[in-house]
Every structure is written in structure tokens, then in C-alpha cells.
């Protein structure tokens, strides 16, 4: 059952990273205003956040488009290169996922994800 759940919230990230990543308003390459900064890291934030509600305490495994995402996710977020089942295959530990809800916070709204 509880790797039932952190597949779906996997490939559910995946989607939605790529959709973000790769929406002509949020990439920087191809514009000057971009209309929402910090897509990735609410979304690790999110991902962190199920992951401890599911009792993976913050673990998130997850596949890079490119070497580049992956080398920014490593920089960014702490996050280490495994490489096993994809070449661009990470994994967030639970000291990294810490990190992240620490600076992804939502404070500001009463919504639930």
C-alpha cells in the first residue's frame, strides 16, 4: 500500500515538474518576466510534505530530464545523484527535505495540499 502511494506521488511530480519546467511563462530562457519563480522548489516542498504525511519521513526519489536539472537539484536542493534505474535518477534524504520545507514554507495561506 505505502509504496502504492510514493509511486503515484513519484510520477506525480514528474508531470508536474515537467509541465512547470517546460511552460513558456515560467522558463527563463524564453522570456524576461517570468511569471512564477521558485516552481521547483514549492514542488519539492509539496513532494516533502506527502512524503512525511505518507511516513517516508521526507524521502523523494525522483528522475532529471537532463544532467543539467540534475546538477541544479543537487546544487539547490541537496539533493544526491543515485543514477540506478535512470541516468538522472535523485533522491532528497530527510536532512535535505528538511531544508526545503524550512525555505518553501506556506505561512502565508490557510490552503491544504
Known amino acids: 500500500?505505502?509504496?502504492d502511494i510514493i509511486i503515484n506521488l513519484i510520477i506525480l511530480m514528474i508531470f508536474i515538474t515537467s509541465w512547470m519546467v517546460?511552460?513558456?511563462?515560467?522558463?527563463k530562457l524564453l522570456t524576461e518576466n517570468v511569471k512564477n519563480i521558485g516552481v521547483g522548489g514549492h514542488l519539492f516542498a509539496i513532494a516533502v510534505d506527502k512524503s512525511m504525511?505518507?511516513?517516508?519521513?521526507?524521502?523523494v526519489y525522483?528522475?532529471?530530464a537532463n544532467r543539467?536539472?540534475?546538477?541544479?537539484?543537487?546544487?539547490q536542493f541537496n539533493a544526491q545523484f543515485i543514477g540506478m534505474r535512470h541516468p538522472y535518477q535523485f533522491m532528497i534524504d530527510d536532512v535535505a527535505?528538511?531544508?526545503i520545507r524550512e525555505v518553501y514554507d506556506y505561512e502565508w495561506t490557510d490552503a491544504k495540499i
Open 62 to 64: 525522483g528522475f532529471a
Open 97 to 99: 527535505a528538511q531544508t
Open 22 to 27: 517546460s511552460a513558456p511563462q515560467n522558463n
Open 1 to 3: 500500500m505505502k509504496t
Open 68 to 75: 543539467e536539472l540534475l546538477d541544479n537539484y543537487m546544487k
Open 53 to 59: 504525511e505518507y511516513g517516508f519521513d521526507g524521502y
